[in-house]
């Protein structure tokens, strides 16, 4: 079987795991299916496949994802040339996709029921996953020199609650819920914003912004959040372009688990 005709199942339409969908896909590999929750809450909606839950379709730089209702539509939708997103919280559709890959890119930093026998290829990313026991492979998360790095015994290194360095921020970069309840925003995607503006409401207590930036990421309002939730991503660099085009560490973790699937089957 030729490489471009395997089945790659992957658990999540998050950021991290649209990235690894774009990546393999134009590595010429078209046959692959997003399995998402009825209600995902990504937080860079403009690079995540799993917008189409929600709205039907969505574009990832240029690449379509298209919600289906059952894996009787995927076909149809991979004939097309698009990327279809099936609602399936439980992954019962697996017994009927029959993936020659599954990739695990939920990164809850734990693992939330994936195993070996799923696929042939069971490729796990991040904390959560030891290699040989959950997964085939394990794809290290964490930024810093091992990012990407495909580890082939044990496991990913464990989380470390701090995000990512960008422009020198840290924790001051993501906002959170302050408390739990009903989300509202007083801003939108895309939006610069500046250090001390209210972007926002919890149930009546403000989300600021500790930063100047462009508010790249935000999830949708009008939810209930819990409190601690990230509902937001500021990038001090400020640069609109950034908004629509997959991350450095997005981009890193594609070609690892490109890699991967390459090591076995190429």
Same mark, same amino acid.
């Given at each position: 079987?030729?490489? =471009?005709?395997?089945?790659?199942?992957?658990?999540?339409?998050?950021?991290?795991?649209?990235?690894? +969908?774009?990546?393999?896909?134009?590595?010429?590999?078209?046959?692959?299916? !997003?399995?998402?929750?009825? *209600?995902?809450?990504?937080?860079?909606?403009?690079?995540?496949?799993?917008?189409?839950? *929600?709205?039907?379709?969505?574009?990832?730089?240029?690449?379509?994802?298209?919600?289906? $209702?059952? %894996?009787?539509?995927?076909?149809?939708?991979?004939?097309?040339? $698009?990327? %279809?997103?099936?609602?399936?919280?439980?992954?019962?559709?697996?017994?009927? !996709?029959?993936?020659?890959?599954?990739?695990?890119?939920?990164?809850?930093?734990?693992?939330?029921?994936? #195993?070996?026998?799923?696929?042939?290829?069971?490729? #796990?990313? /991040?904390?959560?996953?030891?290699?040989?026991?959950?997964?085939?492979?394990?794809? @290290?998360?964490?930024?810093?020199?091992?990012?990407?790095? !495909?580890?082939?015994?044990?496991?990913?290194?464990?989380?470390? #609650?701090?995000?990512?360095?960008?422009?020198?921020? =840290?924790?001051?970069?993501?906002?959170?819920? %302050?408390?739990?309840?009903?989300?509202?925003?007083?801003?939108?995607?895309?939006?610069? +914003? @500046?250090? /001390?503006?209210?972007? #926002?409401?919890?149930? /009546?207590?403000?989300?600021?912004?500790?930063?100047?930036?462009?508010? &790249?990421?935000?999830? &949708?309002?009008?939810?209930?959040? =819990?409190? /601690?939730?990230?509902?937001?991503? !500021?990038? %001090?660099?400020?640069?609109? =372009?950034?908004? *629509?085009?997959?991350?450095?560490?997005?981009?890193?973790?594609?070609?690892?688990?490109?890699?991967?699937?390459? &090591?076995?089957?190429?």
């Amino acid at each position: 079987m030729n490489l =471009s005709e395997r089945i790659i199942a992957i658990k999540s339409g998050g950021e991290m795991a649209s990235a690894v +969908v774009w990546r393999l896909y134009h590595a010429r590999m078209r046959r692959i299916v !997003i399995l998402e929750t009825p *209600h995902p809450l990504a937080v860079r909606r403009t690079v995540s496949f799993c917008e189409a839950v *929600h709205d039907g379709t969505c574009m990832v730089e240029d690449v379509r994802g298209v919600r289906v $209702d059952g %894996p009787e539509q995927i076909e149809a939708v991979w004939a097309a040339g $698009d990327v %279809p997103v099936l609602i399936d919280p439980t992954w019962k559709s697996l017994e009927a !996709i029959r993936p020659d890959v599954l990739i695990d890119a939920i990164i809850a930093k734990r693992n939330l029921g994936t #195993g070996m026998n799923d696929a042939p290829l069971v490729i #796990g990313m /991040g904390p959560g996953f030891t290699a040989g026991r959950d997964a085939h492979l394990v794809v @290290e998360t964490n930024r810093g020199h091992n990012l990407g790095r !495909i580890i082939t015994e044990g496991e990913a290194a464990p989380n470390t #609650g701090i995000p990512g360095s960008i422009g020198g921020f =840290s924790k001051e970069r993501v906002l959170r819920a %302050p408390v739990p309840g009903k989300l509202v925003w007083d801003c939108s995607l895309g939006d610069l +914003v @500046e250090k /001390g503006q209210v972007l #926002g409401h919890v149930a /009546g207590s403000p989300v600021t912004a500790e930063i100047p930036g462009l508010l &790249r990421g935000q999830i &949708r309002p009008n939810g209930h959040v =819990s409190q /601690g939730l990230k509902l937001g991503d !500021i990038d %001090p660099r400020g640069d609109l =372009s950034y908004l *629509h085009t997959i991350s450095d560490k997005g981009r890193a973790l594609g070609g690892a688990v490109l890699e991967c699937v390459m &090591r076995v089957y190429n």
